[in-house]
Nanobody, 126 residues
Framework: QVQLVESGGGLVQTGGSLRLSCAAS????????MGWFRQASGKEREFVAA????????YYADSVKGRFTISRDNAKNTVYLQMNSLIPEDTAVYYC???????????????????WGKGTLVTVSS
């Protein structure tokens, strides 16, 4: 059974930090690409960050570059998103996703993410 479970969301003030975790099981735990997406109220879901299997290649949306860091611990089947310098515009439900396609093919652009978690809410107060 494939499962992605996010945790770590919550309420934080502007300038604060949060670390999201995504525990993967089943086929998702061996995915070449793991990523984070977010969806703010009334907006479409957008790509945030992605990482390859070894953790040597990472990809970020321009809006979070320099503030967010994605990482993965394959021994724990877990992907992390460290979020620093948070701003109210970061408020959203954050989703973890996995793709069986390597990140060089940018599956987050082509709709190629195969598995999704249910999301965790991040709220940044001003």
């Amino acid at each position: 059974q494939v499962q992605l479970v996010e945790s770590g969301g919550g309420l934080v003030q502007t300038g604060g930090s949060l670390r999201l975790s995504c525990a993967a099981s089943g086929r998702a735990s061996n995915s070449p690409t793991m990523g984070w997406f977010r969806q703010a109220s009334g907006k479409e879901r957008e790509f945030v960050a992605a990482i390859n299997w070894s953790g040597t290649s990472t990809y970020y949306a321009d809006s979070v570059k320099g503030r967010f860091t994605i990482s993965r611990d394959n021994a724990k089947n877990t992907v992390y998103l460290q979020m620093n310098s948070l701003i109210p515009e970061d408020t959203a439900v954050y989703y973890c996703a996995a793709a069986m396609t390597p990140p060089v093919f940018k599956p987050w652009v082509s709709g190629g993410m195969n598995y999704w978690g249910k999301g965790t809410l991040v709220t940044v107060s001003s």
